[in-house]
């Protein structure tokens, strides 16, 4: 599957590609390309530090932030297909930049998620932060101090 992915998406790029360009030119295609990586890249920046910033102020009201981290890997991923030379590559970076597009991804996984953990496809086992943890409580134990060893004496002496 991964194989026909990697060898299918560069085939309808190469195409669509050619087919924009024998409509406007070489140069106004290139020219596409570079304002699309240019205009998804700056905008992919400005939102991935707005959520970016929406995680850590969760994070100091105690809140998870798992939305929000969802929210920061689809940008990413946004960032990475808009820098992508290619049509198909740019509209899906674009319509992750959209947040109700990037709503409806995260409601499908999750509900796929749930359904796969009702079905015992998929095991999820949370501790930490709050959560309780089946192998017991978790201590902390005050690091040992660090005391660097002596140096080596040289290999060869110098008269």
């Not at 991935?48 to 939305?67: E, I, T, W």
């Not at 902390?140 to 002596?150: K, R």
Request: aromatic letters at 4%; hydrophobic letters at 50%.
């Amino acid at each position: 599957m991964l194989l026909l992915l990697f060898i299918l998406v560069p085939a309808i790029e190469l195409a669509l590609l050619l087919e924009v360009a024998s409509h406007l030119g070489t140069l106004p295609t290139l020219g596409l390309i570079v304002v699309t990586g240019v205009v998804g890249a700056s905008l992919a920046r400005r939102q991935g530090l707005a959520v970016l910033g929406r995680a850590q102020d969760q994070m100091a009201r105690g809140d998870l932030p798992a939305g929000s981290l969802a929210d920061g890997v689809m940008i990413l991923v946004a960032g990475a297909l808009l820098i992508t030379p290619g049509i198909l590559t740019d509209a899906l970076g674009f319509l992750l930049l959209v947040p109700v597009f990037r709503e409806a991804v995260k409601n499908v996984t999750m509900n796929r998620l749930r359904k796969a953990i009702d079905e015992n496809r998929v095991h999820v086992d949370v501790a930490g932060m709050g959560f309780p943890s089946e192998t017991g409580p978790v201590i902390d134990v005050p690091p040992e101090p660090f005391e660097p060893a002596a140096p080596p004496p040289p290999k060869y002496k110098v008269h």
